[in-house]
T-cell receptor, first 115, second 111 residues
């Protein structure tokens, strides 16, 4: 089955620890995205990547880092510098280049809780 | 003014009713528009893209009004299973691949 997988589904972190959230897709999409969703709020863009070995900051990149070494993978690291990391993290991917088919598809998300 | 605005609701409607949501956007250069559905504690799933000519998929109809900068979603013959939050999404500017999400409109269909 084609799709986007995220792991783990739930993650608990102690303050001061870095954690890495996994995102893998087998849709052959060039673009991948990380969003954060807080209760009652819309999705906010953390980072996005349109091509391997390249990525751009979104609106709330502080305290996060990413890498894009493979087309299929776009892991997100939540560092200790992120002051309020408890949230629902969503990874998405899309085709690049065709505006009429630039739909984003989402993974099931990771719920991160800082203890 | 927010880049994408939606009425948060909730819209409580009886089964079989017709309900409509609007979403306004501020960037006139926006090119692509979408409606997503998000169930509680789940990921958003594409409901439909919104084309300039409007489009229909079964009980769902989406319209785009570029002059007034809003998109709409009409749901006819509401089902209990339609209860969810509906997110309006706008591609910010052509080519940048940055999408702006509304905070969503919550719909509850009542038996």
């Amino acid at each position: 089955d084609g799709g986007i997988t995220q792991s783990p589904k739930y993650l608990f972190r102690k303050e001061g620890q870095n954690v890495t959230l996994s995102c893998e897709q087998n849709l052959n999409h060039d673009a991948m995205y990380w969003y954060r969703q807080d209760p009652g709020q819309g999705l906010r863009l953390i980072y996005y990547s349109q091509i391997v070995n390249d990525f751009q900051k979104g609106d709330i990149a502080e305290g996060y880092s990413v890498s894009r070494e493979k087309k299929e993978s776009f892991p997100l690291t939540v560092t200790s510098a992120q002051k309020n990391p408890t949230a629902f993290y969503l990874c998405a991917s899309s085709i690049v280049g065709a505006e009429t088919t630039d739909t984003q598809y989402f993974g099931p998300g990771t719920r991160l809780t800082v203890l | 003014r927010k880049e994408v605005e939606q009425d948060p609701g909730p819209f409580n409607v009886p089964e079989g009713a017709t309900v409509a949501f609007n979403c306004t956007y501020s960037n006139s250069a926006s090119q692509s528009f979408f409606w997503y559905r998000q169930d509680c504690r789940k990921e958003p799933k594409l409901l439909m893209s919104v084309y300039s000519s409007g489009n229909e998929d079964g009980r769902f109809t989406a319209q785009l009004n570029r002059a007034s900068q809003y998109i709409s979603l009409l749901i006819r013959d509401s089902k209990l299973s339609d209860s969810a939050t509906y997110l309006c999404v706008v591609n910010k500017i052509s080519g940048t691949y940055k999408y702006i999400f509304g905070t969503g409109t919550r719909l509850k269909v009542l038996a």
